[in-house]
T-cell receptor
Framework: GAGVSQSPSNKVTEKGKDVELRCDPI?????LYWYRQSLGQGLEFLIY????????KSGLPSDRFSAERTGGSVSTLTIQRTQQEDSAVYLC?????????????FGDGTRLSIL | AQSVTQLGSHVSVSEGALVLLRCNYS??????LFWYVQYPNQGLQLLLK??????LVKGINGFEAEFKKSETSFHLTKPSAHMSDAAEYFC????????????FGQGTELSVKP
């Protein structure tokens, strides 16, 4: 079956520009997560959506980062006024429910490079 | 707050040798623990999970891990390494109160020599 789909797979942009990263979760999965993977910081949690509940934004590093999830499915992570330290791989994951014992299924990520 | 420590950022073994990747966790409540594998330019793939059932957990590709509460450990093992096992491995913890978000260790890169 179809897995978690992320687009674009690679994005190169200039410092100061805004970028949007898209995640299409597995059909029927109510929970959606964004993580960031960078050389210096490893894998970090960014934000979590569960159904119609308010998202857990506790991992967003600054107010330049925001995310939304429309219709309980597709999610978009937006980074405004990009900085070089935003360069990383952004991974999206989904799970059947937002329970801690549920495995998360990951997409292949978007590799973001800020020039 | 929970945390995960993976001992050894790089482990090298010979093909056919035992694989042992170490993971220790810190959690104030009984944790759920996961091992994921990442191949180059790919996302993370679940190897196995511990969710308070059997302490010895078997996963895919011949891997297994044992939850030891007294040692706060969840080490990953495989009796005989294969060349295709070369990848990066991540241990992660999820607390029952945290809505499922994962806290990852720093990762261990496994190399397999012919």
């Amino acid at each position: 079956g179809a897995g978690v789909s992320q687009s674009p797979s690679n994005k190169v942009t200039e410092k100061g520009k805004d970028v949007e990263l898209r995640c299409d979760p597995i059909s029927g999965h109510t929970a959606l997560y964004w993580y960031r993977q960078s050389l210096g910081q490893g894998l970090e949690f960014l934000i979590y959506f569960q159904g119609n509940s308010a998202p857990d934004k506790s991992g967003l590093p600054s107010d330049r980062f925001s995310a939304e999830r429309t219709g309980g499915s597709v999610s978009t992570l937006t980074i405004q006024r990009t900085q070089q330290e935003d360069s990383a791989v952004y991974l999206c994951a989904s799970s059947l429910a937002g329970a801690s014992n549920q495995p998360q299924h990951f997409g292949d990520g978007t590799r973001l490079s800020i020039l | 707050a929970q945390s995960v420590t993976q001992l050894g950022s790089h482990v090298s073994v010979s093909e056919g040798a035992l694989v042992l990747l170490r993971c220790n966790y810190s959690s104030s409540v009984p944790p759920y623990l996961f091992w994921y594998v990442q191949y180059p330019n790919q996302g993370l793939q679940l190897l196995l999970k511990y969710t308070s059932a059997a302490t010895l957990v078997k996963g895919i590709n011949g891997f297994e891990a044992e939850f030891k509460k007294s040692e706060t450990s969840f080490h990953l093992t495989k009796p005989s390494a294969h060349m295709s096992d070369a990848a990066e491995y991540f241990c992660a913890v999820s607390e029952s109160r945290q809505g499922g978000k994962l806290i990852f260790g720093q990762g261990t890169e496994l190399s397999v020599k012919p």
